[in-house]
């Protein structure tokens, strides 16, 4: 598995939206850890990205109270903090996919400790047989926390400030 680090300023759905259009509709699986799957189906949907291609993983919706609308396209993992039963899930669900995209590791670092998250991404790095790809906020992902992921990742890409 290749993992790959992507750094950026700017609304995080649109980044990933662009991202999934470049990789020309490739099955992918989408970690949801900022906003419910609905929300970002919409958002991606607006951009051209083809949402029926995609696997929904949704770590929000459960944890937040909201009402689960059970489809096809869509898993829901009970909390953000629940790192080991998202990987298990990530591990199952990659079969069939060409790609794996974490929407927010910066999100995840909200409900998250640092250390927590790097061993999170080290055993996909070790576990998954796809390439996978973490988006965070540039400035909401502490200097620390990609220090620690430089040694797993393939590629980290940053935006120039």
């Known amino acids: 598995m290749t993992l790959s680090v992507h750094l950026h300023s700017k609304d995080s759905i649109e980044v990933i939206g662009k991202f999934l259009q470049n990789q020309n ?3 992918s699986i989408v970690v949801c850890s900022e906003h419910p799957y609905t929300f970002f189906s919409s958002k991606l949907t ?13 770590c929000i919706s459960k944890a937040g109270g909201q009402k ?3 489809e096809n396209n869509v898993v829901f993992s009970s909390h953000p903090t629940e790192l080991k039963e998202l990987g298990f899930a990530l591990q199952t669900l990659s079969k069939g996919h060409q790609l794996i995209v974490l929407d927010n590791a910066s999100s995840m670092l909200r409900h998250n400790t640092k250390e927590a998250v790097a061993h999170f991404l080290q055993l996909l790095n070790t576990n998954v047989e796809k390439p996978v790809h973490v988006f965070s906020q540039q400035h909401q992902t502490p200097p620390e926390f990609v220090d620690s992921i430089w040694t797993l990742a393939k590629t980290v890409l940053s935006e120039s400030p």
């Open 46 to 58: 607006a951009y051209g990205v083809r949402t029926d291609r995609i696997l929904f993983v949704d």
């Open 68 to 70: 689960l609308h059970h």
């Open 25 to 27: 509709n490739k099955k």
